[in-house]
């Protein structure tokens, strides 16, 4: 029984401390791009990936949708996207103008006539992101995300290039908050986060 309660135990993610100051959902996220981290090659299952740190980021938003994944290539990393807001879209009135979702990778936004905010300020202050954690104890964290939370994320944005036998497979962040489809995602490699005051690492 004590080693059933043990492995059991293992699978919960252990906070290294604890924030009792609210998160800022308000300030714009934090990148800089003048960084000197090398690249970080991994092996999930039977597949290769290097993992090339473009800039060093810090985000803090509200959680407007999950989407889990577990049945591509890309999962193998990334095992959940988090589409996140900040600035205005962060307050709960804006909730009754904009609805969010997310599928297959992609994250999309609907607005209604009247939303106090125009379309260029929603693209420049919501993003979806594709979280790899640097860690086990990070990547169970991850799994406490839910729709509505504050969170705070700090790590890199990164470039990821993989492969299996033959065939090739690259993911490229984005390093702009104002671009939108195809490559408009920011694929952050997960050195931190704050979840519900919790801070793991």
Not at 38 to 54: E, S
Not at 58 to 69: C, F, H, P, Q, T
Not at 73 to 99: C, F, H, Q, T
């Amino acid at each position: 029984m004590a080693f059933i309660l043990l492995m059991f135990g293992c699978s919960e993610p252990v906070p290294i401390g604890e924030n009792i100051m609210e998160i800022d959902v308000g300030k714009e996220p934090v990148q800089d791009n003048k960084i000197d981290v090398k690249a970080m090659v991994v092996q999930k299952k039977n597949y290769i990936f290097t993992i090339t740190p473009k800039a060093a980021y810090k985000i803090s938003g509200v959680v407007k949708s999950v989407k889990r994944y577990s049945d591509d290539w890309n999962s193998y990393l990334s095992p959940l996207d988090v589409a996140l807001v900040w600035g205005r879209l962060a307050e709960p009135d804006m909730d009754k103008y904009i609805r969010y979702w997310q599928e297959h990778r992609w994250y999309y936004y609907r607005y209604e006539a009247g939303t106090p905010v125009s379309k260029d300020y929603i693209i420049k202050h919501s993003s979806n992101n594709h979280l790899i954690p640097a860690n086990e104890n990070i990547k169970q964290a991850l799994n406490l995300i839910e729709k509505g939370q504050m969170i705070y994320i700090d790590g890199y944005l990164v470039n990821v290039d993989g492969g299996y036998k033959n065939d090739k497979y690259w993911w490229r962040t984005s390093l702009t908050r104002d671009d939108t489809g195809d490559g408009s995602c920011e694929v952050i490699y997960v050195k931190r986060i704050n979840i519900g005051g919790k801070i793991y690492q």
